[in-house]
Structure formats: C-alpha cells, structure tokens
C-alpha cells in the first residue's frame, strides 16, 4: 500500500523548543517537498529536495531545516527561530511533475 | 509576492455547475494544476494540465493566464478548499517548483 505518511497528525510544543516534524514515502519518488499552510494563505514551500543528499529553500525557509539521508524519508525540523510555528505542515513527494501529498501535521507552539 | 490569483470563496447551489477561476502572471509557467482540499487530509489533484481536460465530474478550461475549475453537479459533500497551482521552473537543472493560490473555500447550499 504505497503511500505518503506523516508523524505524528497533531504536535504540540513550548516555545523555544525545537520540533522535526517526520515525512516518509514508499512511492520511490526522488523529489520531496514541504509546504506550510496558514488561513488564508495557501500553501507556501519551505524547502525541497529532488535527490538524496540534496535540498533547497523554497520560499520561507527561515527558521526550518531539512535533511535527506534516504530517499523515503525528508524530516523537517522547526526551529525555535521560527517566529510563528503554529501551521498545518504539509509534505508531498513527485513523479512526473505531479505532486502526491501526505496528510499533515498540525503543529501548535505555545 | 502573490502571484496565483483565485477567489477567496464561492458559493453555489446543490446540483448546480460551479465555477472556480484562477489566472496568473508568471510568464514561464505553462501547467495549471487544480487540488481538493478537505482540512486535516491530504490535498488530492483534481485535473492538471496545459489544455482543457476532464475528469468525471471536474473540468478544467484553460488560457495562457488563466484556468476555471467546473465542477458539475455539485454536492454538499464538495464544500472544501480548491487550490489553484502553477507549475514553474526552478533553478537548477531537472527541478521545478508548484506555486499555489491562497485557495477558494466553495460553500454549497443544500
């Protein structure tokens, strides 16, 4: 049952502390993705990654970062940099130019 | 900066056809991409593509800068978020980035 999961659907934290947010697909897809969602405010790239061992900023990567040691899996860490962490957190895989997306995290930062 | 554009909300009707516009002003982006959206799940693609398409009850018409989603015979049960996206070229060779609207929350009266 191929698919794209995320861990765990609802996360809660204290400010200040750092928080990684689990992605990991078993599609075989190379390029991984990570978008944030606010009201009103679409989706919104964080970072990407299009291979093993490489990632790039999107759009508001400030105060996030990634890895990728293996192709299934792109972690997304929050930072205590972040200035507003409470979002729904989105990762998506692709092939073919069409992007798969996982369920989400529900991040709230207090 | 904005540069998908697409209705903040839209309301129609049970039964009736319902429209849902987007445009865009990037001039190398050629592919538009509609998602469905239900809050807390993952983002599901409708239709995609650089020409009219269809698929079952979803029809996508399309223009250089522009793209409606139609959705046909709608439902209660089709009351959620649309998202509108762009397919543009990132840099680097290979890669590419989806750019989405802000999403249009479509209320349908029973």
């Known amino acids: 049952d191929g698919g794209i999961t995320q861990s765990p659907k609802y996360l809660f934290r204290k400010e200040g502390q750092n928080v990684t947010l689990s992605c990991e697909q078993n599609?075989?897809?190379?390029?991984m993705y990570w978008y944030r969602q606010d009201p009103g405010q679409g989706l919104r790239l964080i970072y990407y990654?299009?291979?093993?061992?490489?990632?790039q900023k999107g759009d508001i990567a400030e105060g996030y970062s990634v890895s990728r040691e293996k192709k299934e899996s792109f972690p997304l860490t929050v930072t205590s940099a972040q200035k507003n962490p409470t979002a729904f957190y989105l990762c998506?895989?692709?092939?073919?130019?069409?992007?798969?997306f996982g369920p989400g995290t529900r991040l709230t930062v207090t | 900066k904005d540069q998908v554009f697409q209705p903040s909300t839209v309301a129609s009707s049970e039964g009736a056809v319902v429209e849902i516009f987007c445009n865009h002003s990037?001039?190398?982006?050629?592919?538009f991409f509609w998602y469905l959206h239900f809050p807390g799940c993952a983002p599901r693609l409708l239709v995609k593509?650089?020409?009219?398409?269809q698929q079952g009850r979803y029809n996508m018409t399309y223009e250089r800068f522009s793209s409606s989603l139609l959705i046909l015979q709608v439902r209660e049960a089709d009351a959620a978020v649309y998202y509108c996206?762009?397919?543009?070229?990132?840099?680097?060779?290979?890669?590419?980035?989806?750019?989405f609207g802000k999403g249009t929350k479509l209320s349908v009266i029973p």
């Open positions: 998506a895989s692709s092939f073919a130019h069409e992007q798969y």
């Open positions: 599609l075989n897809h190379d390029a």
């Open positions: 990654s299009q291979i093993v061992n490489d990632f």
């Open positions: 990037v001039s190398n982006a050629y592919n």
């Open positions: 593509g650089s020409k009219p398409s």
């Open positions: 996206a762009i397919k543009c070229p990132y840099s680097g060779a290979g890669s590419y980035q989806l750019t």
